[in-house]
């Protein structure tokens, strides 16, 4: 039988705080541990730390908790298709190529408002604010 681990343990193991650990408990992305019945104390078995850091991997890499959840069900489904992942990963860099791109237009946006500063005598009324009072900008 394997070692089982109080919740410090566990984040300590895992490299998250304790909070984290019972705010995915909330969420269902980790189960609720059974408790020891002389103690109370929560007993997680050790596959737990695997299971955290799978959840923080898969957050470095911008998922979302539901994501995670998703990924997660694969995982342990009774056969994690190659092809189910793969897409989930596919949406996962449209997402991404999709916000990149928005936060270019707006870095371009941004850029120009910027620049129109240098032109302008700094001892005078900003042109950016009145021109953001006056028109949405193109993002």
């Known amino acids: 039988m394997s070692q089982s681990l109080t919740i410090g343990q566990l984040a300590s193991e895992a490299g998250v705080g304790v909070e984290t650990i019972r705010f995915y408990e909330r969420r269902g992305l980790i189960a609720d541990p059974p408790r020891r019945p002389s103690s109370g104390y929560r007993d997680y078995p050790q596959e737990t730390v695997r299971r955290l850091k799978f959840i923080r991997r898969a957050k470095n890499l911008g998922f979302s908790l539901q994501e ?20 989930q990963i596919a949406n996962k860099l449209e997402n991404i190529e999709r916000r990149t791109r928005a936060l270019q237009q707006m870095s371009r946006a941004l850029t120009e408002l ?20 006056e028109q949405e900008p193109d993002v």
């Open 114 to 133: 910027h620049d129109l500063c240098e032109i302008t005598d700094p001892r005078t009324e900003c042109p950016i604010l009145d021109l953001l009072d």
């Open 68 to 87: 995670i959840g998703e990924l997660l069900a694969l995982r342990t489904g009774s056969a994690a298709l190659c092809g189910e992942v793969r897409e």
